[in-house]
């Protein structure tokens, strides 16, 4: 499986507000951008935070480029949710593209239930926590081979730390936010000693901010 995490980042490096509202840092030309990939990937995926926080439906994609590229369906949208807090009324469960949710054991079999009758695949990985390495596996079986994360910080945290990333993009909007609370692009735990190795593939001036592309040296 090809992974590609996709984000966008005020110069001082956060996702959002500290309040976690949901906050427009692209431009119209980033946004298409972000359409693109979607149309490329198989799959796009966000934590739950990002579900409660924007509540998003991740229909949104270029269905041209997808034709261009010969592929059918859309994309499948995908949440990691550890203990199944995403809102059955969430926007993700409208629309008919399919629905993975990511768990772990610790939400109990009536939500997981609850998950299905709404419409989701419910992947089980993980005891307290969804076990990334283990759920992608799952999804590529389920035929998921390029797969887009767009966030948030926790997830792409874990994602970094499960060694799963193959490709980075960001774009940096001309904006600061601040806020010692305020997520950023990688937040979890933090890395000490050994750090993810980035070469850095591209530059592009996108509306009034910059686009960066890095290839991840992954270890193994
Ligand atoms: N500017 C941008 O491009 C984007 C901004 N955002 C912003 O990011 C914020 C949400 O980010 P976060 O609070 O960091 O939440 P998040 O979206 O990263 O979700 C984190 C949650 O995912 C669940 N999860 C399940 N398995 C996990 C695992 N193995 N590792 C990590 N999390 C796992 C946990 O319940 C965890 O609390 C919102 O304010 C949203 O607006 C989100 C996406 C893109
Ligand atoms: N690329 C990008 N730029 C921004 O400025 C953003 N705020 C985000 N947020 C992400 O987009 C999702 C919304 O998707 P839909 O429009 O509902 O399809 C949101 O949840 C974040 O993942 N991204």
């Known amino acids: 499986m090809h992974v590609l995490v996709n984000a966008a980042m005020s110069v001082d490096g956060k996702l959002a507000t500290y309040r976690r509202e949901q906050l427009r840092i692209s431009g119209d030309a980033d946004f298409a951008r972000v359409d693109r990939r979607r149309a490329e990937a198989d799959a796009v995926v966000v934590g739950v935070g990002t579900v409660l926080a924007d509540d998003p439906s991740l229909l949104r994609f270029d269905r041209e480029r997808r034709s261009e590229i010969e592929t059918t369906g859309v994309p499948a949208r995908v949440v990691a949710d550890s203990q199944g807090r995403t809102p ?119 509306d009034d901010g910059v686009v960066l592309r890095w290839r991840v040296e992954n270890e193994g």
């Open 88 to 206: 059955l009324d969430a926007a993700l469960f409208s629309g008919d593209a399919p629905i993975y949710l990511l768990t772990s054991e610790a939400t109990p079999p009536e939500r997981r239930d609850a998950f299905r009758d709404a419409g989701a695949q419910v992947i089980v990985a993980g005891t307290d926590r969804v076990d990334l390495t283990d759920a992608f596996d799952t999804l590529e079986h389920e035929g998921i081979e390029r797969l887009l994360v767009e966030g948030g910080g926790e997830l792409i945290f874990s994602c970094f730390e499960a060694n799963l990333v193959d490709e980075l993009s960001v774009y940096i909007g001309s904006l600061i936010i601040g806020g010692r609370d305020a997520p950023t692009l990688a937040d979890g735990n933090g890395f000490l000693g050994s750090f993810p190795e980035l070469t850095l593939r591209r530059v592009e001036r996108l």
